[in-house]
């Protein structure tokens, strides 16, 4: 099993530039989400998904949108970068434990600047 | 612990010494409890977990305790080798609540 994988690994932008970043999970996990961390800082969840396509809101969702068209693949995408964007991103993956996720898995990171 | 800013508290250990690294959390409804380790560059990487119904649960070389009174848990490492050298998370969850609340984290150095 690879686990979480993403994609890209490294991405620069221009500010205004579009992009989306690929996550995919080989394990069959109901619960997916995305992070961004900050140096020096903990994980800040943007969006989720709770099953193939169904996504919510996390901590930050503004600039941000997500799909899960299938339930082993989530994408993050952002429709104008901007420099405030500029931060390494993770994907993480769950299974349900009691109404809730288990321990949740994550990807390698995706780090992306701004410019 | 948890802390709020830009500046992660950090631990420095010397090598073959126990560490033991603490995070308070917030909410007395959280029922699951989980413990990552984040090395340099890397994803974070699930450690150990322990669910609300439990004090104490011991895995290879770790150990959480939670103390459900004062809302603390804390991560135990036994015989601290370079490898542990990371950055350690908490993570809570609420029962019924899709997501994990994670803490800012503990940068743990061990000196050789």
């Known amino acids: 099993n690879a686990g979480v994988t993403q994609t890209p690994k490294f991405r620069v932008l221009k500010t205004g530039q579009s992009m989306t970043l690929l996550c995919a999970q080989d394990?069959?996990?109901?619960?997916m989400y995305w992070y961004r961390q900050d140096p020096g800082m903990g994980l800040r969840l943007i969006h989720y998904s709770v099953g193939e396509g169904t996504t919510a809101k996390g901590e930050v969702p503004d600039g941000y949108n997500v799909s899960r068209l299938k339930k082993q693949n989530f994408l993050l995408g952002l429709e104008s970068a901007a420099p405030s964007q500029t931060s390494v991103y993770f994907c993480a993956s769950a299974i349900p434990l009691a109404g809730g996720p288990k321990e949740q898995f994550f990807g390698p990171g995706t780090r992306l600047t701004v410019l | 612990g948890e802390s709020v800013g830009l500046h992660l508290p950090t631990l420095s250990v010397q090598e073959g010494d126990n560490s033991i690294i603490n995070c308070a959390y917030s909410?007395?409804?959280?029922?699951?409890f989980i413990w990552y380790k984040q090395e340099s560059g890397k994803g974070p990487q699930f450690i150990i977990d322990i669910r609300s119904n439990m004090d104490k649960r011991q895995g290879q070389r770790v150990t959480v305790l939670l103390n459900k009174t004062v809302k603390h848990l804390s991560l135990q490492i036994a015989a601290t080798q370079p490898g542990d050298s990371a950055v350690y998370f908490c993570?809570?969850?609420?029962?019924?609540?899709?997501?994990?609340?994670f803490g800012t984290g503990t940068r743990l150095t061990i000196i050789p």
């Open positions: 909410n007395s409804a959280s029922d699951y």
């Open positions: 394990m069959n996990h109901e619960y």
């Open positions: 993570a809570d969850r609420n029962f019924g609540n899709e997501k994990l609340t």
